[in-house]
């Protein structure tokens, strides 16, 4: 069992900057593929970004604004956003795939976090 902590959510006004952190457990941390997706209300969830080892892959969305990166010795992924817009409030969740696929489907992790919410402000 794998458990997610993420945090760093906020309010923000827009142009702004948020960092968002996840805390995996288990001690295979490194071979996961981690991702991050967001849901806005009355909205599907959405995928955002996600790295296994060196590759990383970004929803079009967001490139060149956004960042994952991961730590692998403090078993945490981030989110590094920048140039954030009104569109991109919602709920954020960092989500594990334990073989390591890199993909943009949800139904392809295995694990998720409980969300943080972001928020931004025009």
């Known amino acids: 069992q794998v458990q997610l902590v993420e945090s760093g959510g906020g309010l923000v006004q827009a142009g702004g900057s948020l960092r968002l952190s996840c805390v995996a457990s288990?001690?295979?941390?490194?071979?996961?593929?981690m991702g991050w997706f967001r849901q806005a209300p009355g909205k599907e969830r959405e995928f955002v970004a996600a790295?296994?080892?060196?590759?990383?892959y970004y929803a079009d969305s967001v490139k060149g604004r956004f960042t994952i990166s991961r730590d692998n010795a403090k078993n945490t992924v981030y989110l590094q956003m920048n140039s954030l817009k009104p569109e991109d409030t919602a709920v954020y969740y960092c989500?594990?795939?334990?073989?390591?696929?890199?993909?943009?489907?949800?139904?392809?992790?295995?694990?998720w976090g409980q969300g943080t919410q972001v928020t931004v402000s025009s």
């Open positions: 288990g001690r295979t941390f490194s071979s996961y593929a």
């Open positions: 790295k296994s080892g060196s590759i990383t």
């Open positions: 989500a594990a795939s334990i073989s390591g696929l890199l993909t943009k489907y949800p139904a392809r992790y295995d694990y």
